[in-house]
């Protein structure tokens, strides 16, 4: 099943749960429902920000850069160089998918609104109040009728964020362990330009790296063998959900399985596509609550099993 098959009204929206929207694709407006009616709601399109640009040495004055991309021509400073390429980037959308994540969905949204432009939340057939919490904390909540899995909740919502107008997604996973500053930075390395597709590293040391747990290393080191030897791609952390596509990437992209395997899918994805690509590293935030989720042996056997099926059947 193709993404736009997942996000049409088959697999996508449970109409009587989801906060609606219609999106028009030549200007980018969603009308969204509100007590009053309709109303529409301006979205920018590829190549629109409507904040200054941001390089290492902090804001453009007209939020412009210089063709070259080398220069940030400010109205108050002058030319001031900046040391990173980095390109106007339209709207900034981030993915949540979530399965009964009410008693952490709306911390997640709360943190990602500041720093994205839209933040959408696939409720994959939650029994609990998750859609309701996300669309209270800023989300737009788009609902499966039923449980469907990570996977297929991962292409509902690329696919709408691609029909927003997106010029860059970044997905995060809906059980606090993913911090919104590092989301950020993933902007960020996209806003560079020179890169598709963005891992979020947890096994990579950076300057506030956290400290993964033992039992997530080997599963986590046996993902990425299992990646490598089917793909032959090899990444340091194939199982982090904290990701982020282009929108070159986000409109290719063709996810074909709907559980956790999805996440080495990416991986095939890149190399087919042939995306380019980089990894960063992040911070993860490990609770009880998040540690009760995520991979375990048999979860881990049946990925293995789904990604061999995708390697030569699928």
Not at 132 to 158: D, P
Not at 221 to 239: A, I, P, R, Y
Request: aromatic fraction near 8%; hydrophobic fraction near 40%; charge should be positive.
């Amino acid at each position: 099943m193709t993404r736009k098959q997942m996000a049409g009204a088959d697999a996508g929206l449970d109409e009587s749960h989801a906060h609606r929207g219609q999106v028009d694709a030549g200007s980018h407006a969603q009308r969204q429902r509100t007590p009053a009616g309709f109303q529409s709601v301006e979205l920018g399109g590829p190549g629109r920000n409507d904040e200054p640009a941001r390089g290492p040495t902090g804001a453009c004055g007209t939020g412009r850069f210089h063709d070259t991309g080398k220069y940030c021509l400010s109205g108050g400073a002058g030319i001031v160089p900046t040391f990173t390429s980095f390109r106007a980037m339209g709207p900034k959308i981030v993915v949540i998918p979530a399965y009964n994540e009410e008693l952490t969905i709306a911390e997640v949204v709360s943190g990602a609104v500041k720093i994205a432009d839209r933040v959408l939340v696939v409720d994959d057939g939650s029994r609990d109040r998750t859609a309701a919490l996300a669309k209270q904390a800023g989300a737009l909540v788009i609902r499966h009728a039923v449980n469907r899995g990570v996977g297929a909740a991962l292409g509902t919502g690329i696919e709408a964020a691609v029909r927003l107008g997106a010029d860059a997604v970044v997905t995060m996973d809906a059980d606090g362990q993913h911090r919104a500053e590092d989301a950020a930075k993933i902007f960020a390395r996209l806003a560079q330009g020179d890169v598709d597709f963005v891992i979020g590293s947890r096994m990579k040391k950076g300057e506030d790296s956290g400290h993964m747990p033992a039992h997530r290393v080997l599963f986590n080191t046996v993902g990425n063998v299992l990646t490598f030897l089917l793909f032959g791609v090899w990444v340091t952390d194939s199982q982090c959900g904290l990701r982020g596509l282009s929108r070159k990437a986000a409109s290719t992209i063709e996810l074909r399985t709907n559980g956790m395997e999805s996440l080495s899918e990416f991986i095939k994805e890149k190399k087919d596509k042939h995306w380019r690509f980089t990894e960063v590293p992040i911070k993860a935030i490990y609770t009880d609550y998040s540690m009760s989720k995520g991979q375990n042996f048999f979860v881990g056997v049946k990925v293995a099993i789904r990604l061999v099926w995708r390697r030569f059947f699928g």
